[in-house]
């Protein structure tokens, strides 16, 4: 009873249940690609398990599906675990059960029902989804996009849909798939991002199930990244977290180590924990990280309105990440983005700083620190594990996330040179000097953010604090315990008393026998204290207080 109490305590302190789509602002999409989901999906790969990934403006990437016979566009989220479309579907089932899930675009409202269901070769007879009937509640049009409904590729646990369900019936997609594969070392899904406006990059967007993409099999060879578990009664908000390099997880512009505390109670020292969400635009980082990779840059300005940085378009920004010993440099394009037509205070065009400081998705419960969406993402590709989070599954293996590099610096300053200078290099010129650490900007701090510090420094110790209200518990049972032993006792020997009895048992061996010396038959007697001086004197002939001659 108690783990139920204390599982619906931290569930109503956990209110938000999926990370996606974290946008204040909308990004510029071209005219010829509004309107059309389908857009910019890539040609379908020759192996089945292989699919495209659509990209509008290094916002959105999405893949399609299909369910009850109907080919869909959904977008890709490894940070939420349902799945949810909006239309009508063919041949679904409705199970009579309703839910609404909130993302920070609006809510996912309407009734749960089962399909047939497909995806890259794999398929399910049943799979249970959520039939979005209303989305005027979202702060964007979803279809103009490029996508109609959202597949949460996060683990089993954190799906809403599963809770809702009996039994096994509301398994997620992805845990329906490998719950039905032989073989559990391929219990593994893989991730990669296009980049749009990037002169150079041939790197096409994909989503593989149980297969790697080809030419990229050397991600295998990467170091295998553990997958940091949270509480067992907070495993609703388990995401693909891992640990950053011990002091030296980011690298800032300057070429010096950002140092950051994490708020992770069991965190190693020195170390950050990072979640790897393709459903954030922007990546979500500690407000001091943010601003040491943006407030020594000549120019930069802290825009309130969206909540992030604004640098001038020609200043390239150095950002390196470290995981297990290897360094993923981020394409100076990603630091920075010109996608969302934002001006500074003066009117004059900006560039939008994209490594935005944490706020609505800051972890109350502390179990992570910052979230690396897709500005991160687009810079490697991703290996996921799922291990024995698959439930029903075979693999008792531990999950864990292996990640590939695929920016070259070198190449990346010649990008961004060609699209943001218009050749013209510029890097060393005076203008894009960074001012030194004294001069460093800092981005003002609400009073939300303070309250929400404070309340993670409780929260974050619940485990702690529980063990020491438990052990203060079990210390006052103890005391109450003991203290009404000892009156019962007091009683009974006051009872005993006052009716005469404690008589000294003739064998000596009852529990109120007269203490004496085997070897004596004389009794110890305590002489009476003298009451006065005076007894002293008449014995003594003399004061007892008197100076000796």
């Known amino acids: 009873m108690h783990s139920v109490l204390l599982r619906s305590l931290v569930c109503s302190l956990c209110s938000f249940s999926a990370f996606a789509l974290k946008i204040p602002f909308s990004t510029r999409t071209s005219p010829q690609t509004r309107g059309l989901p389908h857009a910019h999906v890539a040609r379908q790969s020759s192996s089945s398990h292989v699919l495209p990934v659509g990209n509008t403006q290094n916002s959105f990437y999405y893949t399609n599906i299909t369910l009850g016979g109907q080919t869909i566009s959904v977008m890709l989220d490894t940070g939420s675990s349902d799945l949810w479309v909006t239309g009508s579907v063919p041949n679904a089932q409705d199970t009579g059960k309703s839910l609404t899930l909130s993302y920070a675009v609006g809510n996912a409202a309407g009734d749960v029902y089962t399909a047939p269901f497909s995806m890259a070769g794999y398929s399910v007879d049943d799979q249970a989804f959520l039939l979005v009937a209303n989305t005027s509640t979202f702060s964007t ?47 593994y899904i893989t991730l990669m991002l296009s980049r749009r406006n990037d002169p150079s990059s041939n790197i096409t967007g994909q989503f593989t199930i149980s297969e790697l993409v080809p030419g990229y099999e050397n991600v295998t060879s990467m170091p295998q990244l553990a ?11 388990q995401h693909w977290q891992v640990l950053t390099d011990k002091s030296v997880g980011v690298i800032g512009p300057d070429g010096q180590p950002i140092t950051i ?34 407030g020594r840059v000549q120019g930069a300005e802290w825009s309130t309105s ?42 004059n065009p900006a560039c939008l700083g994209t ?8 972890s109350l419960l502390g179990e992570y620190d910052m979230i690396l969406g897709m500005a991160f993402l687009r810079n490697i590709y991703t290996l996921i594990n799922y291990g024995n989070l698959v439930k029903d599954g075979s693999n008792s293996n531990k999950p864990y996330i292996q990640m590939l590099p695929l920016t070259d610096q070198a190449t990346a300053v010649n990008d961004f040179i060609e699209t943001r200078t218009g050749g013209q290099n510029l890097i060393n010129s005076p203008q894009y000097t960074l001012l030194p650490s004294s001069q460093e900007q800092h981005s003002p701090e609400t ?11 409780v929260l974050s110790r619940w485990p702690y604090i529980l063990v020491g209200c438990l052990a203060f518990v079990s210390m006052l049972a ?72």
Request: glycine share 8%; hydrophobic share 30%.
């Open 141 to 187: 049009n979803i279809h103009s996009e490029g996508y109609d409904g959202l597949i949460g590729l996060g683990p089993n646990s954190g799906s809403a849909i599963y809770k809702k369900l009996d039994g096994d019936a509301g398994n997620n997609a992805i845990n329906r798939i490998f719950e039905q594969n032989s073989s559990s070392i391929d219990d």
């Open 227 to 237: 997958v940091e578990m949270v509480y067992e009664v907070t495993d609703q908000d």
């Open 261 to 294: 505390s994490s708020i992770v109670p069991k965190a190693p020292s020195g170390q950050l924990v990072a979640v790897l969400d393709s459903g954030f635009t922007l990546p979500q980082v500690p407000r001091s990280m943010s601003d040491a990779i943006y």
């Open 306 to 347: 969206q909540q992030a940085w604004l640098v001038p378009c020609g200043q390239l920004i150095n950002l390196t990440f470290t995981f297990g010993g290897i360094s993923y440099p981020i394409h100076p394009l990603d630091v920075s983005s010109s996608d969302f037509g934002v001006t500074f205070s003066n009117g």
């Open 355 to 362: 490594f935005q400081p944490i706020s609505s998705a800051f």
């Open 447 to 457: 009073a939300e953010e303070k309250k929400q510090q404070y309340e993670e420094k």
């Open 478 to 549: 103890g005391c109450c315990v003991w203290r009404c032993c000892k009156r019962r006792r007091m009683r009974k020997m006051a009872a005993r008393q006052k009716q005469g009895v404690n008589p000294p048992d003739t064998d000596g061996n009852g529990p109120y026998s007269q203490l004496h010396d085997s070897n004596s038959t004389a009794t110890l007697v305590m002489q009476p204290m003298r009451a006065s001086t005076l007894e002293f004197k008449e014995e003594y002939g003399k004061d007892a207080f008197s100076r000796s001659p």
